[in-house]
């Protein structure tokens, strides 16, 4: 927001300079003489028509109106002004960004504020102030039209104007070059009973002196004087722009010697209008000495100030004086996207070979050919339409200059999007030439654009193009983009025949095949396939043939279009051929569709595969079972045995033994009279797995005395996926009879319930349910799941008794508990049937009898879809009643959204007093996600934006859900960031970088805040993503972010740790004059270089550069704080046995020779840290005085003592060190530490070698201690202090101030 | 509610145990095509989508390489520059969303 309001930086010149006297003189002057006056230095604002003006300066008159928001005391103010600030982001984001504002977002800004339906005079002041020089791709004349149609629109809306819009209008004039009467403005502002100002007459002044009319100026100038208005250099320098553009440049000229004399000094505004009349007369030596004569003087003029005297040079037709004004520039660090806009505003004016001559000087650094620099050049010559001739050429010289590594190619992307076919054409010819291919799909944009329109003469100019490319369209490109423009196929071929278009016939009917795939003209596929002559793979029609498949229920058809591909040598020839290609179709054609769907499909898929069978068509085991496990999970494992008839027995395993092996020796053994029970079981067993029910339920009776209760199981098991009631009832007794406490696992038992109940023998499955209860069969969450199933798919039969009898056994026996799932069936049932009433009424009887209401949501839906006001009523009142008028709301809610019924659910959500219910929400969203219902859960989470208390973060959350779920939802800058943050926080990084393509590709310059852009770079360092995380933070410091610290010390010590010195250098120069605003200390850099250094083995550069810098005159850093605690910390960590030890010598050698003890105190610490209590002892030895770096060893006393587990460091330090003990901090910090890991061995050591000394304990430390005892079961042999820490904390911190 | 939930179970199995390529900042210059040919230096790829945008004729610059098997997903993954068209890719494998449990993924193997 800032750069919009702020004064611009550079406003800070002028603030800089003396403020004059206010004292007011007259001058006394003739006609082309200036009244002047002294007064305050405004702004430097300068009228320049058609000038660069650089936004800031334009914005900052804003900052003269702080009260902003105070100004509306309307009801409406807090909508006001937070849609004020939301404009003000959108476009100070991007002013800030690129110094100026892209029309489209402008657009979008001002017709989200027509939509608002209202807009306050701060939001008409900035959108009105935005049509000038902000928008250099605009021909003037369109930004003074877009004006004035703000300006229009905004009144209708009630929008009252000042006296400072009616200025922003005309600044905006003055910007734009717009001819109009000064006169005629004045009238209009006093019809609109509005006073000028200063500020008005001074604009007035220049918008004469823009057209060379001295004597309209001098009226004002007169108007002021009689007003007593102070009259400013800006004045003064309109006055020069005057005399010049009359001819008269010898008065131009003395207007800087009146200013003198009237006491102003020419700054460097006035300079500047001098230099461009100069210029626009062409005269190079005036322009050259003037610009000397300002060197000389203490003024200096910026970069954008030389970019104007171009402008002007261009303009005025004078092009070959550029390169001398440019070798003036000095390339400040805000001159790049000044030099862009001029770039743009010269290509605008059809001056795109200056443009080019300037974006050829720019100062990037060529190698890096990572960024391209000049597409937006090249992007606004293609919406200029500038000569495709000369684009070629441009291209050419980007690519010469290495500014620009692929021009054509992006040129040609710019095309494209702009729909120019011609254009188009001429840049993929070059291309050719250059020896790049052309591809298919280069050509989807053009089409794209006429299949909008239905425009098939433009599609079929783009046919033309192909093809005088030499690239011939392929099936998608008929099937997504042509097909779709034209009514029928038949007639996008007659026309392809009419207007000469050459096609390939083989593609164009395989498209056609694709396309009537798609649709499910299945008749159409059969005749195709079958009349066709040229062989292709059955896989390129996949995808087409089951959307086809599934939308065409025609099972005859399916089977025989299978039959045809299996068997016909067209279709299968490749490898590995026809089991397969049928096989992995038919596992495709399931996979893609849902449960329900092959629920409710069940039996035409049965039928599919019998006839299947019947053909002969086969497919592999391997395929077989991952068809088996779909369905499983499917919930329809009925359907297991039918896909099982498919497979391929011949290719199974050859090794293993095969039923016949089985039985024969069997019948051997039983011949034998041996045991035959094991045998028969595991041949029961591979009969089961081969679905071959007969066989073994024929076996079963042949050898019944042997059976074993194994068999049985399985036997039960294979009858019920063979929906055989009868034998998997009769299996069930005999199961018993074998063995009455004998168990079935908790599936079988499932499955037996299912096939009795659809087979009408309610009372056996009830039996069944009541022995599970009995037998206590293990119910987990999938048994519960699967009783919903049974029940649902009764329901959807419309089985009512079973349904009800079941769920009622279920129930009461306590298999599960009745909740809104499983007990949905009992609605489903009449839903189902259309009988609103009876469905309510079910849903009623399940509040009554079980507190819940399953389906409500369904059931209000449809009520209200039919329009059942008396129901709508009923339920209505039934649920407020029983669960609260909010509930109530909410189920409306839903439903109104559901049913599309926008308005009335925006009303139901906006009711006084309601507020958010975060699980209610988050059930509707979770709906929409899994029904891919984009539309509506836009309109929650935009009906929601002011409820209260709502968690807008979660709805975000959810909208992002979907969006990655469906990949093709754009949203605004706003929106992605807001998403990206929510992700980084949720360390869903993975997915947070797939947004933030989604983001770049589809919003021109897409940033991320300061917060996310540091999220972003944690997130990346994590991740080992080192490169990207550099970028990101190059990306946030060139948009003047500030990082936060945590994100550029982890970043750092990544590097270091990987050894790579070079980025932590870059990182060091990216940050440079940023390190307080960060809060980066120099000892990070300092020791992270060390560190890499280390790691690449330059121990020795490493040491020598620290000491050097502990040893120089001028030290950077005191030498008691460079603390290398880190590199040590991580040397060690490390075990870099070389590269301690030399540490420890220079450590070492510092203390000795240069008395700098902070290292060898650091090193001491991190050894003892470590446990290394050995080498810590012998560098004590061998360096005395660590003993006396009291301040440092108390500093690692008290920062140990506040983390666990830093007692046995703790303790290793003080026999160390002994006389610690005397010190009070370290001796509490001591305490601490022990009472922090119970250890209370040492702390009663430490309180008796304390007592012996006589030390006066404080009560705090007392306390403590005494606490730690009772905790361990162990008397205190003093009174413990009473009070609590908090109070002894407090008692002490005051005796200490005290003293002080 | 719970037909839902089981879609929503569907929707995460599909990659499980699958060796997937996510590839991103795809020049637009290239399509599934160029992808494929660049990729089939590393193994088998099984398929390979790059989604096309049908409101602009542009895709958006992401895809998915399928692989055969973990192996050469694993090779694709150790190349450190990925380059068509001039342009460097960024590629990563595909994290499985979610584990599910009656799904094994040997029996997946084969196709």
Known sequence: MAALLRPARWLLRAAAAPYLPLSLRLLAGGPGRPHAALCLRAARARPVAGGLLSQARLHSIAAEKKNYLQEEPTSSHRRNASQFDWALMRLDNSVRRTGRIPKTLLQKVFDNTCHSGSAGGNQALLLLRSCGSLLPELKLSERTEFAHKIWDELQKLGTVYDVSHYNALLKVYLQNDHKFSPTDFLAKMEKGNIQPNRVTYQRLIAAYCNMGDIEGASTILGFMKTKDLPVTEAVFSALVTGHARSGDMENAENILTVMKEAGIEPGPDTYLALLNAYAEKGDIDHVKQTLEKVEKSDLYLMDRDLLQIILSFSKAGYPQYVPEILEKITYERRYIPDTMNLILLLVTEKLEDTALQILLACPISRESSQNDFGSFFLRHCVTMNTPAEKLKDYCKKLKEAQLHTSPLQFTLQCALVAQKLDLAKVLMKALKEEGFPIRTHYFWPLLVGHQKEKNVQGIVEVLKGMHEIGVTPDQETYVNYVFPCFDSIKSVRAVLQENGCPHDDNVFSQAELRSKAVNGNLDYILSFLESNTLPFSFSSLRGSLILGFRRSMNINLWSKITELLYKDGRYCQEPPGPTEAVGYFLYNLIDSMSDSEVQAKEEHLRQYFHQLKEMNVKIPENIYRGIRNLLDSYHVPELIKDVNILVEREKTDSRKPSSSDLESKLEKLKAENQPIGDILKQLILMLCSEENMQKALELKAKYESDMVVGGYAALINLCCRHDNAEDALNLKREFDRLDSSAVLDTGKYVRLVKVLGKHGKLQDAINILKEMKEKDVLVKDATVLSFFHILNGAALRGETETVKQLHEAIVTLGLAKPSTTLSSPLVTLYLEKDDLPAALESTIDCYEKYKILPRIHDVLCKLIEKGETELIQKAMDFVSQEQGEMTMLYDLFFAFLQTGNYKEAKKIIETPGIRARPTRLQWFCDRCIANNQVETLEKLVEMTQKLFECDRDQLYYSLLKLYTKKQNIVFDNETYARLINLLLMKDNSTQAMQVKDFAETHIKGFTLNDAANSLLIITQVRRDYLKDALTTLKTALDLDQIPSRLAVTRLIQACALKGDTESIHDIQKLVNGLEDSIGLSRMVFINNIALAQIKNNNIDVAIESIENMLTSENQTVDPQYFGLAYLFRKVIEGQLEPALEKISIMAERLANQFAVYKPVTDLFLQLVDSGKVDDARALLQRCGAIAEQMPILLVFCIRNSQRPGKAPVMKSLLELIPELIDKEEAYTCLMKSYVFDNDVTSAKALYESLTAKNVKLNDLFLKRYAVLLKNAGESVPFTEPPESFEFYAKQLKESKETHL | ?111
């Open chain 2, 1 to 111: 509610m719970a037909a839902s939930a089981a879609r929503g179970a569907m929707a995460l199995r599909t990659n499980i145990g699958r060796p997937v390529a996510f590839v991103r900042k795809i020049p637009w210059t290239a399509a599934s095509g160029e992808l494929r040919e660049h990729f089939a230096q590393f193994g088998h790829v099984r398929k390979c989508t790059v989604p096309f945008d049908k409101e602009t004729g542009f895709h958006k610059g992401m895809g998915w390489i399928h692989f055969s098997s973990e192996e050469e997903l694993h090779n694709a993954l150790q190349q450190e520059n990925h380059i068509i068209d001039g342009v460097k890719l960024h590629v990563q494998p595909q994290k499985p969303k979610a584990l599910q449990g009656d799904q094994t993924s040997d029996e997946e193997k084969d196709f």
